[in-house]
């Protein structure tokens, strides 16, 4: 069961996040609660100790702490800065935290130039009939929760988490 859920919760969670970005520019918060509580409720059972759990918690709050800073400086929307705390967690401090951010850094990149290139010829694509959300044409912002959910698919079977549910199985 519990191997089941950290198959599960994390990727449905990151899917609903990055899908509801793209199609409404929002991320809902039950999403980020899920994946916390989680995250807690599924670390004890698949064997972290109370030293590891902290350590995964502290990975979140550092994440945390830098996407405050991003928000605080309108860089970085809040329920992208929930989001991307949220799945941290389920990280840890681990080397696999670190190619998350980096994924995450390289999959929004593409993301804001893909978008900025369809913004430059957004009357062409909304004259075509092309099925696109408009708001992805017309809002300054960038959905950045596809990049987070996308980063999250590549990174997510080197995690510590998914390391030990992929151990059982051997």
Not at 10 to 28: E, G, R, V, W
Not at 39 to 51: E, Q, R
Not at 82 to 95: D, I, Q, Y
Request: glycine share 8%; net charge neutral.
């Amino acid at each position: 069961m519990t191997e089941a859920a950290i198959f599960v919760v994390f990727p449905i969670c990151l899917a609903i996040a990055a899908l509801s970005d793209l199609l409404t520019m929002t991320i809902p918060n039950r999403v980020s609660a899920i994946l916390l509580a989680s995250f807690i409720l599924v670390a004890p059972l698949a064997g972290l100790t109370l030293t590891e759990i902290g350590l995964h918690l502290l990975a979140g709050l550092l994440v945390f702490g830098v996407c405050f800073m991003l928000f605080a400086a309108n860089v970085m929307g809040g329920g992208d800065a929930k989001l991307l705390t949220a799945s941290s967690v389920w990280f840890g401090m681990s080397a696999s935290l670190v190619s998350y951010l980096l994924y995450v850094s390289v999959f929004g990149g593409l993301l804001t130039l893909v978008l900025l290139s369809m913004r430059a010829r957004s009357n062409t694509i909304l004259a075509s009939g092309l099925p696109v959300p408009d708001h992805l044409l017309t809002e300054k912002k960038v959905p950045y929760g596809i990049a987070i959910g996308i980063a999250a698919f590549v990174a997510y079977p080197a995690s510590p988490l998914m390391q030990a549910a992929l151990a059982t199985f051997h």
